[in-house]
């Protein structure tokens, strides 16, 4: 029933979708309203989301399992997880830095 009701949804008007390209410039399909506006879409801006979005991960994932480990009394794994989510979040840090 909800895949049904999915279908029944009408696009937007060419100038919502211009208007929010204009506003917040998205990554991604946006080619023909990049061409319609007149603004380019930025170079290896999807590049640059996926290589941040596994920096991410990584600082995430282990920066809980190190936390988790050192209290449950793990040093040994737990320290060097620990700093592979500092280095990854240095490495995060630069990449969100220059490119705002």
Same mark, same amino acid.
């Given at each position: 029933?909800?895949?049904? &009701?999915c #279908?029944? $949804?009408? %696009?937007?008007k060419?100038e919502?979708?211009?208007? !929010?390209?204009e506003?917040? &410039?998205p990554n991604?399909?946006? /080619? %023909? @309203?990049?061409? &319609?506006? #007149?603004i380019?879409?930025?170079? /290896? $801006?999807m590049?640059?989301?996926? *290589?941040?979005?596994?920096?991410?991960?990584? !600082? *995430? =994932?282990?920066g809980?399992?190190?936390?988790? =480990?050192?209290?449950?009394g793990?040093?040994?794994?737990?320290? %060097?997880?620990?700093i592979? +989510? +500092? @280095?990854? !979040? #240095?490495?995060?840090?630069?990449?969100? &830095?220059?490119s705002s």
């Open positions: 029933m909800h895949l049904y &009701r #279908g029944e $949804a009408k %696009p937007e060419d919502v979708l211009d208007s !929010f390209y506003k917040i &410039r991604g399909l946006w /080619g %023909p @309203v990049a061409k &319609r506006t #007149g380019p879409i930025e170079k /290896g $801006a590049m640059r989301n996926w *290589i941040t979005w596994i920096w991410g991960c990584s !600082f *995430i =994932l282990t809980l399992m190190g936390t988790g =480990l050192v209290i449950l793990s040093m040994e794994i737990g320290v %060097p997880l620990l592979v +989510a +500092a @280095v990854s !979040f #240095g490495i995060l840090y630069h990449i969100i &830095r220059e």
